[in-house]
């Protein structure tokens, strides 16, 4: 299973970035994908999940509103859109995939990740 996270760089407040998360090596339709962030000097954090089939999505509260995960099967490639961005957004974004039974509860891990991509929001 390889996953590798894309579409960070600098993006001012207020503004969107999206991310994308590939997949290579496996059928990713199969499988949850979670979007994971660590910002300088924090832990981990989980951001958001979404089902195998799309039909479930979760975030978390601090970006409800604001990011929508989606997913493209047959692109194998899962998306992070990212809107109203604020400087605490600002972190490296990974992408991991689990069973759809551990989406619910993405926030403590998920069982393969890929590389991040750094998202820096500025003020």
């Known amino acids: 299973v390889q996953l590798q996270a894309s579409g960070g760089g600098l993006v001012q407040a207020g503004g969107s970035q999206r991310l994308s998360c590939a997949a290579s090596?496996?059928?990713?339709?199969?499988?949850?994908i979670g979007w994971f962030r660590r910002a300088p000097g924090k832990e981990r954090e989980g951001v958001s999940c979404?089902?195998?089939?799309?039909?479930?999505?979760y975030y978390v509260d601090s970006v409800k509103g604001r990011f929508t995960i989606s997913r493209d099967n047959v692109k194998k490639t899962v998306y992070l859109q990212m809107n109203r961005l604020k400087p605490e957004d600002t972190a490296v974004y990974y992408c991991?995939?689990?069973?759809?039974?551990?989406?619910?509860?993405?926030?403590?891990?998920?069982?393969?990740w890929g590389k991040g991509t750094l998202v820096t929001v500025s003020s």
């Open positions: 991991a995939a689990d069973i759809d039974r551990v989406c619910g509860d993405y926030y403590y891990g998920m069982k393969y």
């Open positions: 090596g496996f059928a990713l339709d199969y499988w949850a």
């Open positions: 979404i089902t195998s089939s799309g039909d479930r999505t």
